[in-house]
Structure formats: C-alpha cells, structure tokens
Nanobody, 120 residues
C-alpha cells in the first residue's frame, strides 16, 4: 500500500507565498501523474495543477502564472509553489497520485488535505 503525506499549508497575507509538499510513503512499483486539487467551503473539489511522469503540466486558469507544480521522481514527491496568493485561493489542498503498487495492482490515492488560508 501507499500513503500520501502532505505538508506546508498555513496562513498567509494576500500577495504572499506558500510551498506545499506531498510525499508518497511506501514503495510503489511506478508513479504516474501527480497533482493538486483544492476544495473551498461550500464548493466542489477542483483541479489546481497536475504534472505527468515525464514532465508535462496542466494548470487551472485561475492559478496560471502564479502557481508552479514540480516533482522529484527519485523521492516520489510533488510540490506546489504558490505565489501572489489571493483570498480566493483559500481552501483545503489535496494531493493526488496514481501508478502501480506492483505489476498487477494500480493505485490512485489522495493525501489527507492541508489548509491554506489567505487573509489580511
């Protein structure tokens, strides 16, 4: 089995920065896409950014130019650098990863979520 462990959330003023990390615990056979989603109170969970194993990325329009997703394949870790934060970025951020536990078993798992609050 694998477990996704997030860190790096917190409270910041508008215009500030935060960096989220998410590490896969366990020893998966392979890891495919890794990404970040967020869910604000009363809203559905939405995709923030995704990075594929070989590097291509996709971002939500609302974060393009402000957020940067990256990954360390050797450490099975994904990062989200968030700059120029706005109040509307306030949400619980969840990381997601998929891949293969072994050659016969796929996985797709979520982290526990980390709160990001942007407030003056």
């Amino acid at each position: 089995q694998v477990q996704l462990v997030e860190s790096g959330g917190g409270e910041v003023q508008p215009g500030g920065s935060l960096r989220l990390s998410c590490a896969i615990r366990g020893r998966p056979f392979s890891v495919g896409a890794m990404g970040w989603y967020r869910q604000a109170p009363g809203k559905q969970r939405e995709l923030v950014a995704v990075i594929h194993k070989t590097g291509p990325t996709n971002y939500a329009d609302s974060v393009k130019g402000r957020f940067t997703i990256s990954r360390d394949n050797a450490e099975n870790t994904v990062y989200l650098q968030m700059d120029s934060l706005k109040a509307e970025d306030t949400a619980v951020y969840f990381c997601y990863a998929n891949g293969m536990i072994d050659q016969g078993r796929p996985f797709g798992d979520w982290g526990q979520g980390t709160q990001v609050t942007v407030s003056s």
